[in-house]
């Protein structure tokens, strides 16, 4: 089994910064792409930020610019640091990982349980 923790979301103000941790856990033999999800109350999740194992990055249009993903692959975490804030950013963020076990099966994709991050205006 493989498991996804998320830690550092909370409180802030407009303009301040938060910065997200994921860890995946449990028997894995490769990790192809990290990805942070967002859904805020009443909408549906969506993309924000993907790392792939040669650290190629890609972002919603809405945190270019202000939030960087990284991850370090010997220790299969990812990171997403946010800046600048807004209260649009309000959302629980989730984690997603697209994981090989073995190196005989394919890759499926993992969730964290999410963590919540509230931008107060």
């Known amino acids: 089994q493989v498991q996804l923790v998320e830690s550092g979301g909370g409180l802030v103000q407009a303009g301040g910064s938060l910065r997200l941790s994921c860890a995946a856990s449990?028997?894995?033999?490769?990790?192809?792409?990290m990805s942070w999800y967002r859904q805020a109350p009443g909408k549906q999740r969506e993309l924000v930020a993907t790392?792939?194992?040669?650290?190629?990055?890609n972002y919603a249009d809405s945190v270019k610019g202000r939030f960087t993903i990284s991850r370090d692959n010997g220790k299969n975490t990812t990171f997403l640091q946010m800046n600048s804030l807004k209260p649009e950013d309000t959302a629980a963020y989730y984690c997603n990982a697209n994981v090989q076990r073995t190196s005989w099966v394919g890759f499926r994709d993992y969730w964290g349980q999410g963590t919540q991050v509230t931008v107060a205006s």
């Open positions: 790392i792939t194992s040669g650290d190629s990055a």
């Open positions: 449990g028997t894995i033999y490769s990790i192809l792409t």
